[in-house]
């Protein structure tokens, strides 16, 4: 049998990463970085904790992994400023999205999963237009400004060093498995954990190298994504 592949989870704690945890133990390693919330882990799992914007320990950290789903963000604290949270932002998912790829590199590891969002986009569906992986970023907020930033630079990290690239636009993710709002035909923004899991996988296990973009939510939003990808991802839930 093929060995297992160990991934690099960062963001471990949050909701996508307890999802993935949950539905892709039977099939990879993990390890998982954590910075301030450390939840019970299983048997097995690595443990990292430390700050996304700490270099030499992301350098350490992607040592010896096959895969990196990078996860991590930059969280507001109660009562924060917008000013003081855009800054944390800028330290957390620009520069330590930078550090996640450049350590990868120093490190060989051939692919990245990069959770982007649909507020990359979010301008279009602000106008009612179908958002699509093709078409020129119109971030909504400094948090889409940030996931266009880890985009760009991961289509930089596939061209000039081949790595294989997946940023997946992720759309509300409450990490659960039954649908927790209802939307209208054609209007689903819900993404289930089954569904994550799936597309995720789907990353790891695709030919390399490859670079895509790809918008995450379960079935029913057709007039808002185009879920069309290379991967062979078909979601099985649906939000309406």
Request: proline share 5%; aromatic share 10%.
């Amino acid at each position: 049998m093929p060995e297992r592949k160990k991934l690099f989870i960062t963001g471990a704690a949050g909701n996508v990463g307890s999802a993935l945890r949950r539905y892709l133990r039977d099939r990879y390693d993990f390890r998982l970085l954590f910075h301030s919330n450390i939840p019970e882990v299983e048997k097995g799992d690595e443990v990292v904790v430390s700050d996304l914007a700490d270099f030499e320990a992301m350098v350490e950290a992607c040592d010896g992994v096959d895969v990196i789903v990078h996860l991590g963000i930059a969280v507001s604290g109660r009562g924060w400023p917008r000013s003081r949270y855009n800054q944390q932002i800028i330290e957390t998912n620009i520069c330590g999205t930078y550090n996640i790829f450049e350590a990868a590199r120093i490190n060989k590891v051939p692919q990245i999963v990069f959770a982007s969002t649909n507020h990359v986009t979010g301008f279009y569906e602000k106008e009612s237009q179908i958002s699509r992986p093709g078409l020129m970023v119109r971030p909504d907020s400094m948090y889409g400004v940030s996931k266009a930033f880890g985009e760009a630079i991961g289509r930089y990290y596939h061209d000039a060093y081949g790595m294989s690239v997946y940023c997946l636009r992720i759309a509300n993710f409450p990490n659960t498995d039954e649908v927790n709002s209802k939307y209208e035909p054609g209007m689903n923004r819900w993404l289930s954990a089954r569904d994550m899991a799936e597309l995720t996988a789907c990353c790891i296990e695709a030919p390399n190298p490859q670079f895509e973009i790809i918008y995450g939510a379960s079935l029913g939003g057709e007039k808002k994504w185009d879920l069309s990808n290379n991967v062979g991802w078909v979601p099985r839930d649906s939000g309406i």
